[in-house]
């Protein structure tokens, strides 16, 4: 089926970015917008739920000052290891057989850690330090996999996360966490399944009624894909400058 909405990876969005972008999405659900489909309907009370959710949880994750620079990378590296998950998965069903030998080599310590996002952050962490000791054991199995550039992205988000975490990061601000994580999730799931709805119900009744929905919808998602990229290249700007300062530091030393 046609994709008639833009696509977005919400999970790179910092906690106030999710909300404020489903904010404005929920907006948009007036009741002539979701009267068409009963479906639609339920999926869109849904979003009013899942968004009170997370404005609550939103008020405790700021009472404990959590950095939205944890969240960014936490995210980055779930995705890296979707990623990683994703390159093993097509190792199983290669046609060349040592590839597909030494991805079934791999599987196990993967099968093992399969919930892993779903972990506390510090959790996370060291299954992550677990998971990487037991791959860098196996290079060659590594290597024929093709997963070893995301094994190093990983290792090196686990390694920024441990920094930025430090001793500041307590029991009860890594319960509400991993509760903005399981809130976000959620209507990340719900918001794909409605867009998905609206686009099945265009194939099957026409576009027309919904022209005006989809285009403020695809203008929202523009918006917010551009600030994203803003703000990416600003981090990415920053750590250079950093990782510069560090080595004219080490060669004065």
Request: net charge negative.
């Amino acid at each position: 089926m046609e994709k008639l909405i833009i696509r977005i990876d919400v999970k790179q969005f910092t906690n106030n970015r999710h909300f404020e972008f489903f904010t404005e999405i929920h907006g948009l659900l007036t009741p002539a917008v979701i009267a068409r489909s009963s479906k639609i309907a339920a999926q869109a009370a849904l979003i009013t739920r899942y968004l009170e959710e997370e404005d609550v949880v939103a008020l405790q994750v700021r009472k404990y000052d959590e950095s939205d620079e944890i969240l960014l990378v936490d995210a980055a590296r779930d995705n890296s290891f979707t990623g990683m998950k994703a390159l093993l998965k097509v190792a199983l069903k290669h046609k060349d057989n040592n590839i597909r030998k030494a991805a079934e080599h791999l599987k196990p310590f993967f099968d093992a850690n399969k919930n892993l996002a779903r972990l506390p952050l510090d959790e996370e962490t060291a299954a992550i330090y677990n998971l990487l000791q037991e791959l860098d054991a196996r290079p060659n199995e590594v290597q024929t996999t093709g997963i070893a550039a995301l094994i190093e992205e990983i290792r090196g988000y686990n390694q920024e996360l441990t920094a930025l975490m430090g001793s500041r990061y307590s029991a009860e601000a890594q319960r509400t966490h991993l509760k903005m994580k399981e809130v976000r999730k959620k209507m990340d799931a719900a918001y794909l399944k409605l867009i998905s709805l609206f686009e099945a119900d265009a194939a099957l009744n026409g576009e027309e009624p919904y022209a005006e929905l989809f285009s403020e919808i695809n203008a929202r998602v523009t918006r917010y894909a551009n600030i994203m990229a803003q703000e990416k290249g600003r981090r990415k700007s920053k750590k250079s400058n950093a990782d510069n300062e560090e080595s004219t530091e080490s060669a004065d030393n």
